[in-house]
């Protein structure tokens, strides 16, 4: 599970977006600005962590292994190395239409050299994740871009409508930590303002939703959660129409599913995979369903929508839910769908502790 706290000024998102749409210049993000390169300084050696996991960057070693949460084999790295290297976005043709097939190229280059970075870590099967996402959350996808000899990323994708949306690259490059890029973008003919687009999110009645005749809930206990700990979401699949639990979900981008959730204002983002025993028995290969469980840190409180992708007979499948993460000043039971349990979260600020749930 990855976290990414994003601080995004207004006036520089728009000042991209509108390069896009015919300025001087390719459609970079504004923080990483081109400058000349620079001899890097002499780094410190980490100190005792040699290896790390892609996912959970504060699972740290001096060993080679497998991380205790995911089960992913953890990898050389130290993510306090480095900054975050520099991700440039370029899209073809530069004024974006909805509907219209836009081809973008994205190159990454190394913090303190500016030198292209070629070599990357594969996660969950792919160089590059990238979640294409409408500000008002309504449209989702997620893609990967294809790798070149140069460095480059490209990919071809179509807005599926008008408006504001946001690109979340999610990449390793070798020898930095695992980081996330947000890019703003927008499409031809719009005259509203990212304020004005963005989600006004109401939470979902029911825990349940149903998608290519699989139904999926999610059901929690109400564990004991601080601040900053990590929240269980357990999720169950059920044949929609035979009312009997899903046990052949299949392995996509090597695992039983992937767990995206976005804050409303699009400053939280979290990208989860399901945990596995980090030794499983050989006998007892693990199965799809019918339960699967993630793991998944929600940094504050407020309304968030999660996008659950899953496989089954072939056929990659989305649900989406939306809820609330109240802080202490505004528990109430409105606040959660009913069902037969719901999501335990819990919010430290200012010494205040918050536990909420709704017994099954």
Request: aromatic share 8%.
């Amino acid at each position: 599970m990855r976290t990414l706290l994003l601080s995004l000024v207004v006036v520089a998102a728009l000042s991209e977006t509108l390069a896009l749409l015919g300025g001087t210049r390719p459609h970079t993000v504004a923080a990483m600005a081109q400058s000349a390169p620079v001899a890097p300084p002499q780094l410190a050696e980490p100190q005792g962590a040699a290896f790390m996991c892609p996912m959970h960057p504060d699972v740290m070693t001096t060993q080679p292994g497998k991380c205790p949460r995911c089960s992913m084999d953890l990898i050389p790295g130290n993510p306090l190395a480095l900054p975050d290297f520099r991700l440039h976005v370029e899209a073809t043709p530069r004024v974006i239409k909805a509907g219209q097939s836009t081809s973008f190229r994205f190159t990454v280059r190394h913090p303190l050299t500016g030198a292209i970075a070629r070599d990357f870590v594969t996660i969950h099967d792919k160089l590059f994740h990238l979640f294409v996402i409408s500000r008002d959350l309504d449209e989702f996808a997620h893609i990967h871009p294809v790798s070149h000899a140069d460095g480059s990323f490209t990919i071809d994708y179509t807005l599926p409508k008008p408006g504001h949306y946001m690109l979340f690259a999610d990449i390793l490059p070798l020898g930095g930590g695992s980081q996330i890029s947000a890019v703003p973008i927008v499409t031809a003919g719009i005259d509203t303002d990212i304020v004005s687009s963005q989600a006004r999110l109401t939470p979902d009645a029911a825990w349940a939703k149903t998608a290519d005749g699989v139904r999926v809930e999610i059901l929690n206990e109400r564990p004991t959660v601080l601040g900053g700990e990590e929240v269980d979401f357990m999720f169950k699949f059920t044949d929609a129409a035979k009312d009997t639990p899903i046990t052949d979900l299949e392995r996509y981008l090597g695992a039983f599913g992937h767990l995206l959730i976005l804050s409303e204002d699009m400053t939280e983002y979290v990208h989860a995979h399901p945990r596995e025993e980090t030794q499983p028995d050989p006998n007892k290969p693990p199965t799809g369903g019918p339960e699967v469980l993630f793991d998944a840190l929600l940094p504050k409180s407020g309304l968030y929508r999660a996008w659950l992708q899953f496989q089954r007979q072939g056929k990659l499948s989305t649900v989406s839910f939306t809820f609330a993460a109240p802080n202490a000043g505004e528990v109430s039971f409105a606040h959660f769908p009913k069902g037969p349990a719901v999501i335990s979260h819990a919010w430290a600020r200012a010494g205040s502790v918050l536990s909420v749930g709704l017994a099954k």
